[in-house]
């Protein structure tokens, strides 16, 4: 996805990550060792751990004079002078072991990560001893490679002044105290390094400016994503086929822009071809202005970022694929432009939806849900098993609940749940709005059937009251990511910028049914 002649740069610089078992005594080819502690804990090494008795003397020594040395996400580093030992050993901290969760060592990983390259080390060997983290050991393996390639990224494809050289972390290694542990943990550190591949692919999506990454440039990027995967296939309407289907909802938001919409269609066929997919529907607005009803200028240059929730579907289905899950999926992604171009979309407009049902236009700012009513209606053609829609679209979701978490809106309560245990178990939070139906009465139209904006009030509710009159029978949720598509300030394992959020979410979601 990056421009023409990075290609092999990028492939080189991508972490390579390997899994070994960890034997007391032993000298594995050290970089940096990171060692996670516990805060008010003495710290106590197994037998089993490749740390000489000076250097555990030391680390005690370290704890026992700092007492923050344990803290969440601190840094303790320090260069051994005696002894079998590696040239520098990053402690980091956990926090308190009653508070401590897999996300929090997926930071912790991170924070290490950033360390090790902060110091111009190209190696870092992280200990995990499942017994001493009271985590299962694939699971701790699995949240700490996450951590440490999710922390790292940065988006730099079009630097060419000031580019950094030689000091990035180029080699991850997982310890393992246990042999027996091995095969399950190398198992789950390589589906790690696919679904963050896949988060590198969104966060880059969105990251590309608008002049990049045009609706018929993301089509052509979903095209290459599937070549050489031979259960992934991918179909691409054109302005003349929309309107051949009738979705003049789609193509009123984009008649405003010279750019031609697309309809990207991705399906993975991994299960039975008789089994019903689960679709995924990704908001796909390469650029919004706002249209007619024109944005105020601060941050419009982040409006590149509205096709977050369409990134996602498209790593979500790629990772899919990678792992070869054993079951079906189907990513629609309708892709645009709002511009306010002489051929724009109006307020007061009225657009007869691909479903048949009309819509008054109140707002040209309003557009998400205007191309995500005809793809939900799309939908419906697969028969799915699930509908879940994921969409930047709407400032409210940000006022009620911040940058970090997802709103999540649906009727289907198991359906609910499984995205739940998935964010508990990913990190990437979701809170459950209410969906009641005086929302529903207020999206209602005295010209049509509805009306695309209700006004400022519950204004993230009333947009996912719209999209339920597109969905059809089936169960569905939508996820409103405007907050945490695009942070304005780091997190521990999410940089400034896009996040990516929705992959490891949607991947999860999918194993998960795949277990189950």
Not at 32 to 57: H, K, M, S, Y
Not at 150 to 173: H, I, M, N, P, V
Not at 351 to 378: F, P
Request: aromatic fraction near 6%; proline fraction near 5%.
């Amino acid at each position: 996805i990056f421009p023409p002649g990075r290609e092999e740069e990028i492939l080189k610089s991508e972490l390579k990550v390997t899994v070994r078992n960890a034997v007391a005594g032993t000298d594995p080819d050290w970089g940096c060792l990171g060692i996670f502690v516990f805060q008010g804990e003495r710290f106590e090494a197994a037998d089993n751990w490749p740390v000489g008795q000076e250097t555990r003397d030391l680390i005690r020594k370290i704890l026992k004079r700092n007492d923050l040395a344990g803290k969440l996400y601190r840094e303790t580093v320090f260069f051994p002078e005696h002894g079998p030992a590696p040239p520098m050993i990053i402690l980091i901290g956990l926090g308190k072991r009653d508070e401590f969760t897999l996300d929090k060592l997926r930071g912790a990983a991170a924070k290490a990560g950033k360390a090790a390259q902060s110091h111009r080390e190209e190696k870092l060997i992280l200990l995990l001893d499942p017994s001493y983290l009271r985590i299962e050991g694939p699971e701790a393996a699995g949240a700490a490679v996450e951590g440490v390639t999710l922390g790292l990224y940065r988006f730099s494809a079009f630097k060419t002044l000031d580019r950094e050289e030689g000091q990035d972390l180029q080699f991850l290694t997982i310890l393992v105290p246990e042999r027996s542990r091995l095969k399950a943990v190398r198992a789950e550190v390589a589906v790690a390094v696919k679904i963050c591949r896949a988060a590198y692919l969104a966060r880059d999506l969105t990251s590309m400016p608008a002049n990049e990454l045009t609706p018929a440039v993301l089509a052509e990027k979903a095209q290459i994503l599937a070549e050489g995967r031979a259960k992934l296939t991918v179909t691409i309407l054109s302005a003349p086929e929309m309107k051949r289907l009738g979705m003049n909802s789609l193509l009123g938001v984009a008649s405003g822009s010279d750019q031609e919409p697309k309809f990207i269609i991705v399906s993975y066929l991994g299960g039975d071809e008789a089994t019903s997919p689960v679709v995924f529907v990704g908001k796909a607005l390469t650029f919004d202005s706002g249209g007619i009803s024109l944005k105020p200028a601060e941050k419009m240059d982040e409006m590149k970022s509205d096709m977050a929730g369409g990134a996602a579907v498209l790593g979500a289905v790629s990772a899919a694929a990678d792992l070869e899950l054993p079951i079906n999926v189907v990513a629609l992604i309708p892709a645009t432009e709002n511009m306010p171009g002489g051929k724009a979309c109006r307020p007061g407009d009225i657009l007869r939806s691909m479903s048949g049902k009309t819509i008054e236009v109140i707002n040209t700012d309003a557009e998400g849900r205007l191309i995500l009513a005809d793809a939900l209606h799309y939908a419906s053609r697969f028969e799915p098993a699930a509908i879940i829609d994921v969409a930047t679209l709407t400032g409210a979701c940000i006022v009620a609940l911040g940058e970090q978490v997802t709103g999540m809106m649906g009727a289907d309560g198991p359906l609910k749940e499984e995205i739940k245990r998935a964010s508990q178990q990913t990190g990437e939070m979701v809170w459950e709005l209410p969906l009641w139906e005086n929302y529903h009465e207020q999206i209602k139209s005295e010209v049509a059937d509805f009306k695309n904006s209700a006004g400022r009030t519950g204004g993230a509710i009333t947009a996912a009251a719209f999209l339920s009159k597109f969905v059809g029978p089936y169960p569905w949720v939508h996820l409103d990511i405007a907050g945490p598509a695009w942070l304005t300030k780091e997190t521990a394992y999410q940089p400034k910028g896009a996040s990516g959020v929705g992959v490891r979410l949607l991947v999860r979601f999918l194993r998960n049914r795949c277990r189950k």
